[in-house]
Nanobody, 122 residues
């Protein structure tokens, strides 16, 4: 089992920045690829970014490329999502997830956090 706890969400104005963190506990963190997903009201959960066990490669949804950056610290057992140039359409609950494989599909991820809410005002 892997337990994941997100933090760092909040209210920010358009154009602002936030950094989300996801702290992992349980099994060896470095075994897992990590991903960030988000879900807006009335919409399905969607892929945002993912990173392999050693940090290379990282890949992103087209909608966030150039604005959001995923990274990880295998000493601190934490994955981050740096969010810059935020837009109102980035408003969502953001979830981190762990996968023994790799990919951008929800079904590929085995463990999920409880989510942290990000609200971007216009």
């Amino acid at each position: 089992q892997v337990q994941l706890v997100e933090s760092g969400g909040g209210l920010v104005q358009a154009g602002g920045s936030l950094r989300l963190s996801c702290a992992a506990s349980g099994r060896t963190f470095s075994r897992y690829s990590m991903g960030w997903f988000r879900q807006s009201p009335g919409k399905e959960r969607e892929f945002v970014a993912a990173i392999s066990w050693n940090g290379v490669p990282a890949y992103y949804a087209d909608s966030v490329k150039g604005r959001l950056t995923i990274s990880r610290d295998n000493v601190k057992d934490t994955v981050y999502l740096q969010m810059n140039s935020l837009k109102p359409e980035d408003t969502a609950v953001y979830y981190c997830a762990a996968s023994v494989g790799s990919g951008h599909r929800l079904a590929e991820y085995d463990y999920w956090g409880q989510g942290t809410r990000v609200t971007v005002s216009s």
